[in-house]
């Protein structure tokens, strides 16, 4: 990934296309009867440092990326941009965890006990940075519970069943912060298929607490994003259509 400057051409491309799905936010938003805001995370993964800079030379902060090795390249290459903020929304091996929080301002993909107790455990005696603080000024590194809402279909994802004890240990843990429920339904080319994966996680999260207990729910995609929203989303992880395509992803990393 050449991390070259762009051009002005470039830079007014990707204005477009951030506007663009800012608007569609918005307006799904208006359509859903929704107040409170709606977060836009750009998934910037196989995307160069270049185009994250570029973005936040835009205004965008919030940043997704899915392997380990590209996060830490890119908080490196990006360490200038002091309000950078790298979430983790890929699966993650508990090997990386101490990787992760060097560089992480938010987890959404924590999906079992053992990662919760690996992540508290590398983050003891660490604070998020203040300016890399997401959802809020806790100085605790906030996670999402990604949860296989389609079941068996899903590979990834902590069952059901088992998000309630997985939301007590991060609660217990002093380090880390559980702020939401995050989702990947199952890919389809029927983008209103999602739905129904979106009301599920929205129904889990009121069976667990709801927005008291857990005020985010991450779920929606470039392709069904507005669905999302009508479904109660408050954060949608967007990458195709701010960046366009991306690299194929890296052969050897997690
Ligand atoms: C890649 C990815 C996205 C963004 O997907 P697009 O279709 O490019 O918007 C969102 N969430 C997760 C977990 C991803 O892996």
């Known amino acids: 990934m050449a991390d070259d400057a762009i051009t002005g051409a470039e830079?007014?491309?990707l204005a477009t296309r951030l506007r663009a799905v800012t608007d569609r936010i918005a307006a799904a938003s208006t359509a859903a009867g929704r107040r409170d805001g709606v977060q836009l995370l750009a998934v910037s993964k196989g995307q160069p440092a270049s185009l994250l800079r570029a973005a936040y030379s835009l205004g965008q902060r919030d940043f997704g990326e899915n392997y380990v090795q590209e996060l830490t390249q890119k908080a490196e290459a990006l360490r200038d941009l002091p309000?950078?903020?790298?979430?983790v929304i890929g699966h993650l091996q508990r090997n990386k965890a101490k990787y992760v929080v060097q560089h992480a301002?938010?987890?959404?993909s924590v999906d079992s006990l053992a990662l919760v107790e690996e992540l508290a455990r590398r983050m003891q005696g660490r604070e998020v940075p203040e300016k890399?603080?997401?959802?809020g000024a806790d100085p605790r590194l906030p996670v999402l519970i990604e949860v296989s809402i389609a079941g068996e279909a899903q590979k990834s994802g902590c069952p059901p069943a088992e998000l309630g004890a997985v939301l007590e240990a991060a609660e217990h843990s002093r380090s880390l912060r559980p702020v939401g429920l995050m989702c990947v339904p199952p890919l389809t080319e029927d983008t209103g298929a999602s739905r129904p994966y979106f009301d599920a996680l929205a129904r889990l999260r009121d069976e667990h607490g709801g927005p008291t207990r857990l005020p985010e729910l991450s779920m929606g995609m470039t392709a069904d994003f507005e669905h999302a929203i009508a479904a109660g989303s408050t954060l949608v992880r967007v990458g195709t259509a701010i960046f366009g395509t991306r690299q194929p992803r890296p052969s050897k990393d997690g």
């Open 105 to 108: 301002s938010a987890v959404h």
């Open 132 to 135: 890399k603080r997401a959802f």
């Open 11 to 13: 830079l007014d491309a």
């Open 83 to 87: 309000e950078l903020r790298l979430h």
